[in-house]
Nanobody
């Protein structure tokens, strides 16, 4: 059984930074396409970033491009999201998501495409 567990959320002032982690268990991370999503109150779950199996390719939503960085350490079965220059509009519950795939580079901005989800971690950015 695959489990994803996020950590690293919290309260930060605008302009600050946070690093989220997502530990994957139950599967070898290299066989899972990984992404981050976020969901603000009353809104849909939105795509944030995706990363290829070896970390060589990344893809970002326009709203976070240049501020957020996704990375992965397959040896540690962990995916990270470094968030810099945070804004109040980044406030949301952040989820890591995974899909089993044999593709070396798979991504989707559609939440329903993913097989696995973490429980989420709250990020709150104050003005």
């Amino acid at each position: 059984q695959v489990q994803l567990v996020e950590s690293g959320g919290g309260l930060v002032q605008a302009g600050g930074s946070l690093r989220l982690s997502c530990v994957v268990s139950g599967r070898t991370l290299s066989s899972i396409g990984m992404s981050w999503f976020r969901q603000a109150p009353g809104k849909e779950r939105d795509f944030v970033a995706a990363i290829s199996w070896n970390g060589g390719s990344t893809y970002y939503a326009d709203s976070v491009k240049g501020r957020f960085t996704i990375s992965r350490d397959n040896a540690k079965n962990t995916v990270y999201l470094q968030m810099n220059s945070l804004k109040p509009e980044d406030t949301a519950v952040y989820y890591c998501a995974g899909k089993e795939t044999t593709a070396s580079w798979w991504r989707s901005e559609t939440a329903s495409s993913y097989n696995y989800w973490g429980q989420g971690t709250q990020v709150t950015v104050s003005a």
